[in-house]
């Protein structure tokens, strides 16, 4: 036994000389060469599907031989649709093969001879010469670039799909941790909702964010509201929760941030008296079922008297009832609001001559309303109508109006987008922090034409 052992040794030593015991490309001791010295060096580069392992994978010099096909040839002279056999080699000791029949891969080659002196192809032992094609299309035709440009395109793209692949999975499993309690993630005494917090994208966007959000200090919580302005599920979330803070303060700005920036909402969060503190007939509502008396208060459709409401030099800050006659005036903005989120479907029609009205401001709010009551197509021409107008005045709301339209899923959002980034072309007459938004908006549609 102990002779076997040191001839294992030995053979072990000499194969290392010889240059074919695996060296494995770990973050440590990971062997990288320029991309152009590995294009350089590679006689062939091919995107390539394993049909058959012809070799067990896993031996003692990390290559494995195995039958595949060619599926476009970057580099190099081998035909589309050719079976080659093709030594390939494991660069990061992997447990588990990752050349799994019909799997699809990014390779770099030598071209060797064997002993039947068939021509065989070897990929060369070097950090990035195999990358795991997770969504090729095979048909589709390379462009008219260089070899480096071509297989940084490839890359490219794997790395874009591999993202949005990750982020797909990971929100599987934190909407998994949806029912932790507010009380808890607020106090920071449990230990499964602190993890959570340290999960999110968000918490290492924002500095101290887990210590500002379980804050007894409201100015802390506060603070936090200008640093949620992204249109996201996290953002969202945590929007969500501060609109249930026991400030008013932080909960009528978490309220209005989260009604501006997203259509789809939680109806069963707001809670007037925290987001409209004040404002008359808000203090005069009964204490259960108050939401049809404010719901026909602002239709119009009941009257209540004034009782212990705040007075401002005299002046009582009160809710509006909708009024198509005053359908220009920005007042009638918290209305159609308050009647988005209690009314149903057939109180949308209340809303239609809202969404005529020459004030973008108003307009929109009456569209989201709609679309909130069900009453998607009206809402859609109402934003539309608002982009139409091309007015530098109003591109503000040109903007609020397509971050809707993406919400909702528009099915002409890229051609509209992509009218409008054509149109800035032969126009400076819009505030730069507008066109700039708009920029970041359009990059997600179409970020190649954007940037």
């Not at 997203?262 to 939401?291: A, C, R």
Request: charged share 25%; aromatic share 10%.
């Amino acid at each position: 036994m102990k002779n076997r052992i040191i001839t294992y040794i030995l053979l072990v030593l000499l194969l290392h000389q010889l240059g074919w015991t695996r060296e494995i490309c770990t973050a440590e001791n990971a062997s990288y060469i320029d991309l152009t010295k590995l294009i350089n060096q590679a006689d062939a580069i091919v995107i390539l599907q394993v049909d058959q392992n012809l070799s067990d994978f896993g031996g003692i010099s990390g290559f494995s031989l195995h039958e595949c096909t060619i599926r476009q040839t970057i580099k190099g002279n081998i035909l589309y649709n050719t079976q080659i056999k093709a030594h390939l080699y494991d660069l990061k000791g992997a447990i588990s093969n990752p050349y799994t029949c019909g799997s699809t891969h990014l390779i770099f080659l030598k071209q060797i001879t064997n002993k039947n002196k068939d021509t065989e192809y070897r990929m060369l032992t070097v950090c990035g010469a195999q990358t795991i094609l997770s969504n090729w299309n095979y048909n589709k035709e390379l462009d008219d670039e260089t070899i480096e440009e071509r297989v940084k395109t490839l890359i490219l793209n794997e790395i874009t799909f591999r993202t949005k692949e990750h982020d797909r999975r990971i929100n599987i499993l934190k909407n998994m941790l949806e029912g932790i309690n507010n009380n808890e993630i607020k106090s920071g005494n449990n230990l499964l909702a602190r993890k959570y917090l340290e999960s999110l994208n968000i918490t290492r966007r924002i500095p101290y964010f887990i210590e500002r959000l379980k804050s007894d200090r409201w100015e802390s919580r506060y603070s936090l509201l200008g640093n949620l302005d992204r249109r996201d599920a996290e953002t969202k979330q945590i929007l969500e929760y501060l609109i249930q803070d026991d400030n008013e303060k932080v909960a009528n700005q978490a309220f209005v941030r989260y009604e501006k920036n997203f259509v789809t909402i939680n109806k069963s969060l707001f809670n007037p008296i925290m987001h409209y503190p004040g404002q008359f007939p808000v203090k005069n509502l009964p204490d259960k079922n108050w939401e049809p008396v404010l719901l026909d208060y602002c239709l119009g459709r009941r009257n209540i008297a004034h009782q212990d409401s705040i007075l401002y030099d005299g002046y009582t800050p009160g809710i509006p009832v909708l009024n198509p006659e005053g359908l220009n005036s920005p007042k009638m903005r918290v209305a159609l609001i308050i009647v988005g989120i209690l009314g149903d479907k057939e109180d949308a029609k209340e809303l239609f001559p809202f969404l005529k009205s020459d004030n973008p401001y108003v307009a929109l709010g009456a569209a989201k309303s709609v679309i909130r009551l069900g009453s998607r197509e009206q809402g859609i021409d109402a934003l539309l109508g608002i982009i139409n107008s091309k007015s530098s005045e109003n591109f503000f709301y040109i903007v609020e109006a397509l971050y809707v339209l993406r919400e909702v899923q528009y099915s002409d959002l890229e051609n509209l987008t992509n009218r409008i980034l054509e149109s800035l072309n032969q126009r400076d007459d819009i505030r730069l922090n507008w066109v700039n938004e708009f920029y970041l908006f359009a990059a997600d549609i179409l970020p190649k034409e954007v940037w």
